[in-house]
């Protein structure tokens, strides 16, 4: 029984938030190593496109739940996120006809690229703020626990409660979703191969006649998708508040540069390593190693290794151990 | 008129020339070798030839049209196919997306093209799945003339495409081009291996600071005494 205990305390508490955060962070940082790949710049405004995605889905939500549209248990922001994806792309389109095409076109080093995007950066979040404010918004809508933790305890007679949230069900199942259709992109049709082609070798990919412009804007219209779902499932998760998606850029390049920056795959993986590390560090395992420990043994302090609001340093401390011992990252992506 | 005439090329990167006045001519179907010590040009004279530089004066013509002012892009949909010396695979692709790309302009069915190409590399067709940066430097060069040939060129271009590959290797490549050249298409190509190039080449051109110094067959430049004692080592 104590066993039992143990395991469904780190499934309530490790396991399952951290298996949705890491989704929410893979998508992210699938947007960033996107970007890195083709126009070959670290895009520090990822993190504000994602809470420019997520405010206008917002704005939609708002909307539709006015209309009186609904889709039962799931939550009304889901209809809304393809609105909100299209406001997106169309933003950082016109960002890239704007401001980047012009660095692209006099060949600006990247660390140039990174500073403009720092710029794009702070012009985003102002927008975001200014409009939907800066207060704290909850968003969710539909049933709120596909496993409840008193039903739980009920049906199993554990001391321990379990609980699964409908907003951390539909993260997972929308990350895997998104990730099939990206790659299945990326590796069948005639345009995801010519992107591919573009960030291996950008010389050749033109001598066989691939058109950079419209790589350049579908990979856009791709990466403003994913920042916008990444954003729309984490403000679903927890809430939506327009500063929390700048802080989320620093988890997010520490998932794309752990994985490998460029490479998709090492994304999702440095996603779900950042987001296991992160909760793990912070999480107190005193209850769990009180029901595992032998009698007489159990630990007195809370054996948590960090507070929680260390967690970023958790990020840190493996982007800089990466970067020190693999800079080429996990999964062999560009060196930074 | 030949295939391919680049006449009185004069240009270079910056301000300062670097070819000056320099000709080439391929007939089709022919193998032309531009061979010359480092830093003759040999290089840049082929990427004039394709439009990677720009000329003061000269033009270029393909099939009796002027494509002068053309860019590298659009010389391609023209017929003319590049092979670049170095980076010139898609390392994290598979062989046959490789060639996929190569063909990336053409809207038909490109299937009987890529069966010519593993006709011709048949160790492509066995690794046809497998990343072409996975792939030894022989093999690497394969692809790289198997990319350049799925637009169906009628003119294909190689800058030294046996740079870096063992003697054994160098010759099998010399023997593929041969049989590229064969169907019809013709060949410009520069190489360091000048012996083994002028060998196979119809024609060769000796350049010498970015001008051309003897012009003649491959057979005749081998011959040549002056030749042999000023570029092939006696």
Redesign the interface.
């Known amino acids: 029984m104590d066993i039992l205990n143990a395991l469904v305390a780190v499934l309530n508490y490790v396991v399952i938030p951290a298996s949705s955060y890491g989704a929410q962070l893979a998508l992210g940082a699938l947007g960033v190593t996107l970007i890195y790949g083709i126009l070959r710049f670290s895009n520090f405004a990822h993190g504000d496109t994602m809470a420019f995605g997520t405010a206008f889905t917002i704005l939609f939500t708002w909307a539709f739940q006015a209309m009186g549209l609904s889709l039962g248990p799931l939550p009304t922001a889901l209809i809304a996120l393809p609105f909100g994806i299209a406001v997106t792309a169309g933003l950082v389109l016109l960002t890239d006809r704007m401001v980047y095409s012009y660095y692209r076109r006099v060949r600006a080093a990247p660390v140039i690229l990174v500073m403009v995007s720092v710029g794009v950066m702070f012009v985003m979040n102002g927008l975001t703020r200014f409009i939907i404010g800066v207060d704290e918004i909850q968003f969710a809508d539909g049933a709120r626990f596909v496993i409840s933790a008193r039903e739980f305890r009920a049906a199993t007679g554990l001391a321990e409660p379990l609980s699964l949230r409908s907003s951390q069900v539909i993260t997972l199942v929308a990350a895997a979703l998104v990730v099939w259709a990206l790659f299945w992109f990326l590796n069948r049709t ?1 345009t995801g ?2 992107m ?2 573009f960030s ?2 950008e ?8 058109n950079p412009n419209r790589v350049v804007a579908v990979t856009w219209v791709i990466a403003a998708a994913l920042a916008t779902t990444a954003g729309v499932l984490y403000g679903l998760d927890k809430s939506f508040k327009a500063f929390n998606y700048f802080q989320l850029l620093l988890p997010i390049f520490a998932s794309a540069i752990v994985g490998g920056l460029g490479n998709p795959l090492g994304a999702i993986a440095g996603g779900f390593i950042i987001a296991f590390s992160e909760v793990g560090v912070t999480y107190a395992w005193k209850k769990v190693l009180g029901y595992l420990a032998p009698a007489g043994l159990e630990p007195e302090g809370l054996m948590q290794l960090l507070s929680t609001e260390y967690k970023f340093a958790v990020s840190f401390a493996i982007l800089i151990i990466v970067l020190l011992f693999k800079p080429t990252g996990l999964f062999k992506g560009k060196a930074v | 008129m030949s295939f391919l005439l680049a006449e009185n090329m004069t240009g270079g990167y910056g301000a300062t020339d670097i070819l000056h006045d320099c000709t080439l001519r391929v007939e089709k179907g022919q193998i032309a070798v531009i061979v010359g010590p480092n830093g003759a040009g040999k290089s840049t004279a082929m990427k004039a030839v394709f439009g990677m530089l720009n000329l003061r004066e000269g033009h270029v013509v393909l099939g009796g049209e002027d494509i002068t002012r053309l860019s590298p892009q659009d010389r391609v949909a023209k017929g003319m196919g590049f092979v670049p010396q170095v980076n010139n695979v898609f390392p994290t692709m598979s062989v046959q997306e490789n060639l996929e790309m190569g063909a990336f302009l053409r809207d038909d069915d490109f299937s009987d093209t890529m069966e010519q190409v593993f006709d011709l590399f048949p160790i492509l067709k066995d690794k046809r799945h497998q990343n072409a940066g996975e792939l030894s430097g022989g093999q690497r060069q394969q692809v790289a003339v198997g990319r350049a040939l799925m637009t169906q060129p009628r003119l294909l271009m190689l800058d030294e495409p046996t740079a870096g590959v063992s003697p054994i290797v160098m010759d099998e490549l010399f023997d593929r081009i041969i049989e590229v050249a064969r169907t019809g298409i013709s060949i410009l190509m520069v190489e360091q291996n000048a012996r083994q190039a002028l060998e196979i080449a119809d024609m060769g051109y000796v350049l010498v600071q970015g001008a051309n110094k003897y012009t003649d067959t491959g057979a005749a430049l081998l011959a040549d005494p002056e030749v042999r004692r000023t570029f092939l080592g006696g």
């Open positions: 005639r191969k010519s591919r082609a291996d070798n010389d050749l990919a033109l001598l066989s006649g691939i």
